[in-house]
């Protein structure tokens, strides 16, 4: 597709009417990535040439840079248009991303009403249910006729980002409950709105997390959520699509920080190399002075090296076994705790799980290598011991540490995923060398 509309933008003149009838059978989500393809002045051009029913929502799928170029060539005019077509959170989104110059040329062409909206969503706090709401939806009042909401529905449904769900509004604008288009297309015209309600609704309060409201969406399968003030004013509600950004987003800043990276918003390719390089330098440096540590242990072993020098040919082996160990136990309870399977209160019963697991793994670990120590070095009895062992103790080590730190770091209100793989790798390198030439000084008499 994305050839067809380039062959078409190359002829001369411009295949026109071809591109439009091309673009009015394109979904406007497959329009929107063929921006990623073109340069600056095709880009521009394919936008033009958009049907004006279509241009807003091609321009919501863009990313940040794409709609940048895009209101740096538009007219004034053209830009007002787009904008009165965005849904509110949308135009936030575009706003929150663009450079303060373009933000004041754009928030110039909104019109005041909806510029007060998007001002007041942009004061909510970065990563708030509040920030991520929309104030377009679907409200009836409780003394309305389902034939009346019908009737409310067709005249404003068009502007509203949803209407599978309505909000049931008193006075204060105070939630009363919620009603499905299910349920008014299933009641008695004439009933009441109060008397097919639900008015135990779940929602969200203006400054909950967004990665916690996500869960209720998961939690109760929903399509959208009502959002509060602290007085149970309604004030907007959140959409599933948005969910599903927020559920990448926090996907990707927690494996970000569990490969020990600085999160970024922006896209790989995108980023400046110097930026890039800035996100992992500063857990590089900290992951290497650490290993400081591990020096300071075998340094102190240099006795047990010098009268056994095979010792050390095992050293690799037992601190990859005790790190992969450890990031196993760490990435299921991150994962646990993210998705609400793993509270706090279960740290003992999580311990005690992993120890018997640890336990397991170590053994069979231990037999393996026993056999392959044996009959690859010398048929040492007292080196397969001493190795199988120390794999058997840093596996169960490895296990308990993944599993308590990261739950350590919930109490402490630090995010977990600081907790994963490097940082306990390198807890385990430490402690698995300790109780390895410990282990081995008393089975060697050393």
Same mark, same amino acid.
């Given at each position: ?17 071809q591109l ?18 073109? +340069?600056?002045?095709? &880009?521009?051009?394919?936008?033009? *040439? ?22 740096e060539? $538009? ?31 754009? *928030?110039?062409?909104? #019109? ?6 998007? #001002?007041?969503? $942009? ?5 708030? %249910? ?9 409200? $009836?009042?409780?003394?309305?006729? =389902? ?7 067709r ?5 509203r ?6 909000? =049931?509004?008193?006075? +204060? ?23 097919? &309600? ?12 967004? @990665? ?8 109760? #399968?929903?399509?959208?959520?009502p959002v ?24 990707? @800043?927690?494996?970000e920080?569990? !490969? ?10 995108k ?9 992992r ?22 006795? !047990?090296? !010098?009268v ?9 082996? $037992? ?8 990031s196993q ?27 018997c697991?640890a ?9 393996? #290598?026993?056999v ?16 199988? %062992? ?7 080590i %490895? ?20 907790? !994963? ?5 390198t807890? =385990? ?13 008393? =089975?060697?008499?050393?």
């Open positions: 597709m994305d050839e067809n509309i380039l062959s078409l933008l190359e002829k001369k003149p411009i295949a026109i009417p439009i009838s091309l673009f009015t059978g394109m979904r406007t989500v497959d329009i929107a990535d063929t921006f990623k393809n073109v +340069g600056k002045d095709k &880009m521009v051009r394919i936008f033009r *040439l958009l049907p004006k029913n279509m241009a807003a929502e091609v321009f919501s799928y863009l990313e940040p840079e794409e709609q940048q170029i895009i209101v060539a $538009l007219t004034d005019t053209e830009v007002s248009d787009i904008l009165d077509k965005l849904f509110v959170d949308d135009a936030v989104d575009v706003i929150e991303e663009m450079p303060a110059d373009v933000v004041n040329r754009v *928030l110039q062409q909104v #019109n005041p009403e909806k510029r007060k909206l998007i #001002n007041q969503m $942009l004061q909510y706090q970065e990563d708030s %249910a509040g920030s991520i709401m929309t104030t377009e939806y679907v409200e $009836l009042k409780a003394h309305d006729t =389902v034939h009346d909401a019908f009737e409310h529905i005249r404003i449904g068009i502007n980002e949803t209407i599978y769900t309505s909000y =049931v509004i008193g006075p +204060g604008r105070l939630l009363l409950g919620a009603v499905s288009a299910k349920d008014l297309m299933l009641a008695d015209p004439a009933r009441k709105i109060s008397d097919i &309600m639900d008015s135990d609704c779940i929602y969200a309060n203006t400054t909950d997390d967004q @990665e916690a409201t996500a869960a209720l969406f998961k939690k109760y #399968n929903l399509l959208s959520l509060v003030d602290k007085d149970k004013h309604m004030v907007g509600i959140i959409t599933v699509d948005d969910v599903v950004d927020v559920i990448e987003e926090e996907a990707t @800043e927690d494996f920080k569990m !490969a020990a990276l600085n999160p970024s918003d922006e896209p790989y390719l980023t400046p190399i110097l930026k890039l390089a800035r996100n330098i500063l857990w590089l440096l900290v992951l290497m002075l650490s290993a400081t540590f591990t020096g300071t242990i075998i340094a102190g072993y240099e006795e !047990a090296l !010098a056994l020098p095979a010792l050390v040919v095992f050293i690799p082996m $037992l601190m990859d076994t005790g790190g992969n160990a450890g136990t760490s990435t299921l309870v991150i994962r646990g705790m993210a998705v609400g399977e793993i509270q706090i209160r279960d740290a003992f019963r999580v311990l005690g799980r992993e120890f697991i336990l397991i793994c170590g053994l069979v670990l231990a037999l393996v #290598n026993y392959r120590i044996y009959f690859m070095y010398g048929r040492s009895s007292n080196l397969c011991l001493a190795v199988s %062992a120390s794999l058997v103790i840093t596996v169960m %490895a296990k308990s540490i993944g599993c308590l730190l990261p739950m350590v770091a919930k109490k402490l209100k630090v995010d977990p995923a600081i907790m !994963a793989s490097p940082l306990i790798t807890l =385990v390198d430490g402690t698995s060398l300790a109780v390895y030439f410990s282990i081995a000084k008393r =089975v060697f008499n050393i």
